[in-house]
């Protein structure tokens, strides 16, 4: 792992997806030579050897996109990158576009503010005394210190003024006039342009960069001439709708729903039985806002409890309402103000903003300061504010009510809601990491659009497989092992047998052969066989035979099963010759984990907070769009249910978490049960309402409970189970496909491009256990070559799925190790890793099943005089086909 890659992480506390494109922008910045005017070509086939999603960079110098969902923090990303480059590189001269003003202004603060909450260089030392010097759109013209050797300059401009002051002037005054960065600046003897694209160490990096694919955009930036472009965007595709073919890394919005860690669960609410006939425009408006309010509510209690349970700042959340025009927005502003709803509750809380009050300073400083705990605003009154840009963590509830398409609702309005307020990341809380949109007259258009595969929601990549290839007919292939494929060329020999009676005494000799080499993998220790070598044994001989003879005499009656006997004992020694030369002795075993021991701790409820509700009189629903988890927030008083409300409290609770079991754990229930309902009653003035109070709040006081439950949650660590293990299996065959025109290759041809390598099978092997394999990256098929010509290497294999039992993520994956690789002295489990992966939770816990594998092997192996096992994790750019095994084994060897 780069060190400096690895300090800007820690530093930063950078997440997950953002530690993965760091470690991308570090390994390629290292293989590309960034000059300026560099060898184009040969940059774009260094960057798709190794990430083949990237097959052109689409402008006229090196540019890797960086596809990452809203709310997981692109800027930080440009933040780190910047640092990286500098710190490891050397690099002083970056140019950061934006796509509009706002995320231009907030750019400026971001970079160049230590003092804002967001400045993304907090933690590197090395800025806190040579702190970048932000040069704008705005002051490029009077800067005049830009050649001090160690200052480190960010230029950030919004497109729309870098395009009009890079183009020539076509009107008025400015007509016939140089474009204004290109017009001579007496500070510097030339212009602004001639000197930024002068810069031998020029890096642009594109906030939103889909933005920035247009023929007038690309013409300008390439006219810069960097060494090193870095595009980040949500949406990687052009004005056209085509995916971008410069992608090195994707954390889609799909990928991080599924992930649950970094975004909020956005989540579609209507009015249950809702019935919008015969309901005016105006009285549906009013409807969504009454129910939003009901929502936004629940919410800020929850918020509330959360922040007093836990001891964590307050966030305050508030309502984002989209109105059609000005005058829409003005109406509904002034009736949320009113005496007519709620009574008046939110008279001093709404903030119109938009083209008409955007000047009015007030109005600027509190949606400046919506974050803020103490701003009063709970409801933003807005006409255009679904853009790029808007970044705020606190906003829950959007009530979109002018028209809007399904697709459009998901694709930008919830792209403005899906930040987390504590730390980025969810907190387990469901209402706290969820985002609602008011939908009551679309509910039933945007869940249909949300369970399209093709909506962001669901698309996992937006790498798109080129029209030529989905042509490309293909054909179902299988690799036998080298003993199966004796067998089977056997067969085929014999079918060619003219002579009848020659013909039949070959097949008892080959059925002879099938019956030793299916009985051979059966036997265990407690019968004499530790290793294929026992098998040679005159006592393990004799169990084999039997074995064969009780096969023969399974099912169908075989009329010839006294000569293939009598052919399975001349043939014996020979067949289990054969099948020891083309195997490798793979110990047997079931790897798998124990149960995971839980219990809850007894405690006592805390009922300070989170236990102050109100008889309310409907129901809304609410459904999330990923997972179609529904839940209710009641609005009215509904029919009571049969059970007690201590019965109705611990149902809930049970519920509510799966992780609570009734048989475990029913005292502690109703303990806590008890503890809510004299809290509860202790607030009613008539206490006959207590069960109708529980009955509608039930399901916030169970959630209340449960998540105190899961402050007492405890759990033990699971264990693998100590197998039990057989001394060695048959090698499995592997099913895959080939192109059917010119679908096999010879292991030692070059591919070219190397994103083509997992196309083809390759034969030609001779220490393998079979005769041919495919490959799925260009490290795989390099050390497929250092295996073959290594003389250390006496037998390899590439295991099919199904070859090892050795189960992870709570058994619930199957592992599958990439080569097995026998010597005169060990025999290694191989996985070759993308470097910027081996420090994944995934690999890690790969990692560890296949060293508890190793290990109970080895213990087995080592008792009976056999070879111990070790594990290897090799990173891709470390293998070549000079490397030598003896090498790779003695740097990449993982310890247990």
């Known amino acids: ?98 796509p509009n003003l706002t995320i231009y202004e907030k750019l400026i603060e971001d970079f160049g503010n230590p003092n804002y909450s967001k400045y993304v260089f907090n ?27 160690t200052e480190i300059r960010i230029n950030i401009f919004n497109i729309s003024k870098f395009n009009r002051d890079a183009a020539p002037a076509s009107k008025g005054k400015e007509k016939g006039k140089p474009p204004r960065m290109k017009r001579l600046a007496e500070y510097l003897g030339h212009s602004y342009w001639s000197y930024l694209s002068g810069l031998n160490d020029l890096v642009i990096l594109m906030d939103e960069a889909h933005r920035y694919h247009a023929d007038a955009s690309r013409n300008a930036i390439n006219e810069l001439k960097p ?173 979109p009510l002018r028209a809007a398409n399904a697709s459009i609702l998901i694709e930008q309005t919830i792209g403005r809601g899906l930040r987390l307020p504590y730390n980025g990341e969810r907190t387990g809380v ?124 399974q099912g169908q009656i075989n009329l010839f099963a006294g000569e293939i006997l009598v052919e399975a004992g001349i043939a014996y020694a020979d067949t289990v010759a054969s099948y020891r030369k083309n195997s490798i002795d793979i110990p047997r075993m079931d790897l798998v984990k124990g149960d995971v021991p839980v219990w809850f701790e007894d405690f006592d409820l805390d009922v300070t907070s989170g236990f102050d509700f109100r008889i309310m009189a409907e129901e809304i629903i609410r459904r999330n769009l990923k997972d179609n988890m529904v839940d209710t927030i009641g609005v009215q008083q509904g029919a009571l249910g049969r059970e007690t409300p201590k019965n109705q409290i611990v149902a809930e609770v049970l519920n509510y978490s799966t992780e609570v079991d009734y048989d475990s754990n029913a005292d502690l229930l109703h303990k806590l049960a008890r503890q809510a309902l004299e809290k509860l009653e202790s607030t009613l003035d008539d206490t006959t309402q207590l069960p109708t109070l529980v009955y509608q709040a039930r399901k916030f006081i169970a959630a209340n409970i449960g998540d105190q439950m899961k402050k007492h949650f405890r759990m033990g660590e699971p264990h693998y189970r100590e197998p039990k293990v057989l001394p060695f299996v048959k090698i499995e065959q592997w099913d895959g496909s080939a192109l059917a025109l010119n679908g096999y290759k010879d292991y030692r041809d070059p591919v070219t491009p190397v994103n083509t390598i997992p196309k083809y099978v390759y034969r030609g092997f001779e220490k393998a256990c079979h005769f041919e394999y495919k490959f799925d990256s260009k490290a795989e098929k390099e050390l497929a070559f250092v295996l073959e010509h290594d003389i250390q290497v006496l037998k390899w294999l590439r295991p099919a799925p199904n070859q090892f039992r050795i189960y992870w993520q709570n058994n619930t994956k199957r592992y599958e190790p990439d080569f097995i690789v026998e010597t005169a002295y060990s025999i290694y489990m191989i996985e070759t890793k993308a470097a910027n992966e081996l420090d994944s939770r995934e690999v890690l816990e790969k990692t560890a099943a296949a060293l508890r594998y190793c290990s109970y092997a080895t213990g ?31 740097r990449f060897e993982m310890k247990c």
């Open 1 to 98: 792992m780069n060190s400096k890659a690895a300090y800007i992480k820690q530093r930063l506390s950078l997440r997950e997806p953002l530690r993965e494109a760091l470690d991308i922008v570090a390994e390629l910045a290292e293989a590309l030579s960034l000059e300026k005017n560099g060898d184009l070509d040969g940059a774009l086939e260094i960057v798709s050897s190794r990430y083949p999603s990237c097959t052109d960079f689409e402008r006229a110098f090196p540019s890797l996109c960086f596809s990452i969902a809203t709310g997981v923090g692109k800027t930080r990303l440009m933040g780190a990158c910047i640092a990286w480059l500098y710190l490891q590189k050397g690099i002083r001269n970056f140019f950061v576009l934006a």
């Open 123 to 149: 933690g590197i030392a090395e800025f806190v005394y040579n702190r970048p010097v932000v040069i704008t759109g705005d002051n490029y013209e009077q800067q005049g210190i830009l050649f001090r050797d």
């Open 227 to 399: 060494v090193l472009g870095l595009e980040l965007t949500a949406t990687p595709t052009d004005e056209k709708g085509l995916p971008f073919r410069n992608i090195v890394y994707e954390y889609t919005l799909a990928r991080a729903l599924a992930d649950g860690k970094y975004i909020k669960n956005p989540a579609i609410a209507t009015r249950k039985n809702f019935q919008p006939k015969g309901l005016t425009d105006k009285e549906i408006e009013i409807i969504k806002l009454e129910d939003a309010v009901s929502l936004h509510w629940d919410t800020k209690t929850e918020l509330e409890v959360y922040s007093r349970t836990n001891g964590v700042e307050k966030v305050k959340p508030f309502i984002l309402v989209v109105c059609r025009d000005i005058n829409h927005a003005r109406e509904t502003a002034d009736y949320l103000r009113s005496a007519s709803f709620f009574n008046g509750a939110f008279s001093d809380k709404v903030l119109q903003i938009d083209s008409s009050t955007r000047k009015d300073d007030e109005v600027e400083r509190q949606f400046v300061e919506l974050e803020n705990a103490d701003n009063d605003i709970e409801i933003v009154v807005h006409v255009n504010m679904l853009k790029e840009g808007w970044d705020v963590r606190n906003l829950y509830t959007i009530v």
């Open 430 to 553: 469901d209402k706290i990491d969820k985002l609602t949109v008011v939908a009551h007259d679309n509910f039933d258009k945007v869940i249909a659009e949300a369970q399209n595969p093709e909506s962001v929601l669901n698309k996992f990549t937006y790498i798109e497989i080129p029209e030529e290839e989905l042509g490309a007919k293909t054909v179902a292939v299988t690799a036998l092992p080298r003993v199966e494929n004796e067998v089977q060329q056997e067969t085929e020999r014999i079918a060619s047998i003219k002579d009848e009676g020659e013909r039949r005494k070959a097949t008892r000799s080959l059925d002879a052969k099938k019956a030793i080499i299916n009985a051979l993998p059966s036997f265990s220790a407690a019968e004499g066989v530790t290793s294929s070598a026992d098998l040679l044994k005159p006592e393990v001989r004799q169990l084999v035979m039997q074995k064969v003879e009780h096969d023969l005499g």
């Open 860 to 890: 087995f192996t080592t008792a009976n005089n056999g070879k111990p096992w070790k594990y290897l994790l090799i990173p891709h750019d470390q293998v070549a086909t000079t490397s030598s095994f003896e090498y790779l084994a003695g």
